[in-house]
Structure formats: structure tokens, C-alpha cells
């Protein structure tokens, strides 16, 4: 057996099919298994962030100041619930095409327009802003606002470099100039954008960087990480050990242990379809990569992908791409 050995899990895709939960469980439990806990190179390849190895950030929703109320979770069909039943009336949206990236959008158009107040802010025409959008705020690009940019081992900082075009204006600004206005006045405490940025990087995994620390620094720092998985040899599990089998998961009527499922009979519908993404195809992003023509003549249309077999069984023609 080749040591150390990783596993880079490639996003949720293997979720999106029957039995993928004890799948995932089974993956889960490999490093354990092999002995590849504990060890440079070895367990999990973290792909967004790697919070097993010291990394996070900190965090500027000061929930802890919350009043006591009925908040409605931030869950797609929790959202589209409380706009159809009435809770939730106004809707700022950062850069959300909700009509896209949201399921059942039939359902969620019949609850934008309940709305009394649908704001859109965005840097490209969406489908939500054309349709439903009582108001378009232009937004701002990357270079046009001050930034931060955390990969899985380095921090960089991203200086605005261009004056935004007309009246778009960063994110930051809207949100101060309508807390002002609401009289909501410790919402955005920080003089200037650099603020929210320095409190959010106020973590010991960037060693408390700030705004003016990496611009002195070159605009690039590392983390302060550990190259290895859980480095205290604590797990977040009830014994603080390594655990195959699962206390929560049978607590919920699962299986302890990963286990193979057999797939249900084919129903009415013999076929799911799995929504997933090619390397040029953007969801709400670009307005579906409409807004850029580059994108836009690299993935002209919604391609259909079937396996040869499947085709061949219902006398469908397909055109075969190889995946070099």
C-alpha cells in the first residue's frame, strides 16, 4: 500500500445520487482504516479550506446580539416557505439569481412576486433582476473594491486597482449607507471598508492579519496551519478518538456502519438526472456565462449527458466526446 495517500474529495457531486450518504461515510472512514491519519500528505485533501487543520476565519454576524425571535434559516426552500407564507416581505439580494440557483423556480417566482420590496444587486443582468427586481443596484468587480482572498495554505490581500464605472459601488458601501439611513447605527461599526476585512481575518490561523499588516507584508501571507489533519490527535467525535462506527447516525435510524444499499427498483421515471457542471458552464455566474462572450461560445447551450447504454436502449443518438 503507497504511504502516505490522500483523498482530494472533488465537491458535492458524489452526493447526488441514491445511497451517496453511506458512500461518503465509507470514503470517510478510509484514512482511519489505512493509516493515513496524522501524517504530512496523508487523509483528506481539503478542497474549499481545511478547518481540521487550524484554518478558519472569524466573523462579523454577531449573532450573540441577536434579539430573540422566529430568524428564518438560511435554507433554500425554508427562504421560498417564509416569502410564500407572508414572514419575509422585502429581499435584498448580493449577487443572488435566486430564479436560477434556487429548486422549483416556477415556485420561487410565484413568491419574489409577493414580495413588497425585491432588490437586486448584482454585476450582471439576471434573470431575477429582469423579472421580478424592484430596484438594480449595479455592482462592483473584484479590481474595483478592496478584498482578501484565503487559499489553503497562503492569505493574499486584492487592493482595488480600478474606479468602478457610473454608480456602482462595492457591497460594503451599500450595506453602511442603508444601515445610516435605517438609524440601525451598530450594524456597520468600522469607519472604513478595511474594517469588516480586519475583523474578519482577526483569527490565529492568519496570525490576526489586517488590511495595512499585509500591505506591508507584500500583500501575501501564510497561514499559520498545520500541514497535518487534526495536529492535537483530537477528533470531533464523542470519544475525541477516531470512530468507524456512528452513535448520531444510528440515533437517526441509519446504519452505524457504511454499509452497501441496493438501488430502489426503477419506477415510472427509469432515469435521474443529476445536475452538475462543466468546466465552461457557469450557474447564475455571468448570467449563466450569457455576459460573456468568451463563455458563451465555449458552452453555446444546455447539453443533455447520457452513457452510451442508456442511449442505446431508448434509440437515442448521442454525440460522443471523449474526456481528453
Not at 439569481?97 to 417566482?109: E, I, P, Q
Request: neutral net charge.
Amino acid at each position: 500500500m503507497t504511504k502516505p495517500a490522500m483523498i482530494v474529495v472533488g465537491g458535492s457531486s458524489m452526493h447526488k445520487s441514491a445511497g451517496s450518504w453511506t458512500g461518503a461515510r465509507a470514503i470517510g472512514c478510509l484514512p482511519g482504516l489505512t493509516g493515513n491519519v496524522g501524517i504530512p500528505g496523508g487523509g483528506f485533501g481539503p478542497r474549499h479550506g481545511g478547518a481540521t487543520h487550524g484554518q478558519a476565519l472569524g466573523t462579523i454576524t454577531a449573532e450573540d446580539r441577536r434579539p430573540p425571535g422566529a430568524f428564518i434559516p438560511s435554507q433554500m426552500p425554508l427562504v421560498t416557505e417564509a416569502m410564500l407564507d407572508g414572514r419575509l416581505r422585502v429581499m435584498l439580494l448580493l449577487g443572488t439569481n435566486m430564479l436560477s440557483s434556487y429548486a422549483d423556480a416556477g415556485r420561487v417566482a410565484e413568491a419574489l412576486g409577493r414580495m413588497d420590496l425585491v432588490v437586486a444587486y448584482d454585476l450582471f443582468f439576471s434573470d431575477t433582476a429582469r423579472r421580478v427586481a424592484d430596484v438594480v443596484l449595479p455592482g462592483t468587480a473584484w479590481l474595483e473594491e478592496l478584498g482578501c482572498k484565503s487559499t489553503n495554505t497562503h492569505l493574499y490581500l486584492m487592493p482595488k486597482v480600478l474606479e468602478a464605472p457610473g454608480e456602482a459601488r462595492p457591497v460594503v458601501w451599500v450595506l453602511r449607507e442603508l444601515a445610516q439611513r435605517l438609524g440601525v447605527t451598530d450594524f456597520f461599526p468600522w469607519a472604513d471598508e478595511s474594517g469588516p476585512i480586519d475583523a474578519i481575518l482577526d483569527h490565529p490561523g492568519t496570525g490576526h492579519a489586517t488590511v495595512a499588516a499585509l500591505a506591508a507584508e507584500g500583500g501575501m501571507r501564510a497561514l499559520r496551519i498545520s500541514h497535518v489533519g487534526h495536529p492535537d490527535g483530537t477528533f470531533p467525535t464523542p470519544s475525541g478518538k477516531i470512530e468507524l462506527e456512528s452513535a448520531v447516525a444510528a440515533g437517526l435510524g441509519l446504519p452505524a456502519l457504511p454499509v452497501a444499499v441496493e438501488p430502489p427498483a426503477p419506477g415510472r421515471y427509469p432515469l435521474t438526472l443529476c445536475q452538475g457542471r462543466t468546466l465552461t458552464h457557469f450557474h447564475g455566474f455571468y448570467d449563466h456565462g450569457r455576459a460573456l462572450p468568451s463563455l458563451a461560445k465555449a458552452d453555446p447551450e444546455p447539453a443533455l449527458w447520457i452513457s452510451p447504454p442508456d442511449a442505446a436502449t431508448r434509440g437515442w443518438r448521442t454525440a460522443w466526446r471523449s474526456a481528453s
